[in-house]
């Protein structure tokens, strides 16, 4: 079955400081990987995704995450974190074809920054 | 990316009672999931609601306590069936329209159960 681990419940950074959030999942085929942003009372918003190619992928709001096979890692990094980017953060595996259609959440990292 | 109207954004019910969330999304997709986040956790997906046949339900959920409906491709309901104060939680609709998109989120519906 496929898992997400999210070690980091709460993490805090300052603004203007560089970020990174760990995610480490489970999954016994090629996994397709996402990273989502909830801001409170919020829905869910995609910042970026991982399905195949370069490793290293963009997203939106200034994020980016490397896709590590070997590792079974997927980390979210920011060189520079805005006060705005306080938020809560979740990892997802998931697969888009055969059975596997389901996303398998981590149960997520809440950020604060620190002014 | 698709676009998702999900209704009501919150509500309030009595126990016993049940309520109905709509999903409508602006185009046709292939799937439709719908998820529960309760207070301070993760998402747990409910059940993939299948266009015109029953939905698929993991494990702990089941028809009589989440009924869901799939009548075409762009809208889904969710009711909850006699409430309990349990079941406050938030209930997001998910979509999947095409691959190369990924899964798309509703705003959800804050529902309290008193």
Redesign the interface.
Known sequence: AQSVTQPDIHITVSEGASLELRCNYSYGATP?L?W?VQSP??????LL?Y?SGDTLVQGIKGFEAEFKRSQSSFNLRKPSVHWSDAAEY?C?V?A??GGG????????TQLKVEL | SAVISQKPSRDICQRGTSLTIQCQVDSQVTMMFWYRQQPGQSLTLIATANQGSEATYESGFVIDKFPISRPNLTFSTLTVSNMSPEDSSIYLCSVVRTGVEGYTFGSGTRLTVV
């Open positions: 397709y996402f989502y009372g919020q829905g869910l918003q995609l995704k399905f979740f997802a998931g888009l074809t259609n389901k996303l398998t959440f981590g149960t997520g």
